[in-house]
């Protein structure tokens, strides 16, 4: 089993990200976030542990690259944006 340290140096050497880190890095609410992965609109998750999904940076970069303008605009899922928590 990997310890804490190893861990966090493969987060951040791989840039992983969850759905709020995107949504930071992205200057979107995490609903949206939330909503684009309830819909399947973003790229596949890298890792999912246990109910965290977990997502390269670069990957989301590139998807952001094609498809952020539209994005934005896509609507948060009202009874998902409550539900968030993670």
Known sequence: MPSDTLTR???R???LVGQREIASRLGV????VHTWVY???MPS???IVGNAQVWAWR???????EFGP????WEI???MSAEITC
């Open 9 to 11: 140096t493969l987060v």
């Open 13 to 15: 050497r791989l840039d």
């Open 29 to 32: 609410p995490v609903g949206r």
């Open 39 to 41: 819909r399947d609109l």
């Open 45 to 47: 998750p890298v890792l």
């Open 59 to 65: 990957e989301v970069e590139m998807w952001w690259a």
């Open 70 to 73: 539209r994005a934005e605009t």
């Open 77 to 79: 899922h009202p009874e």
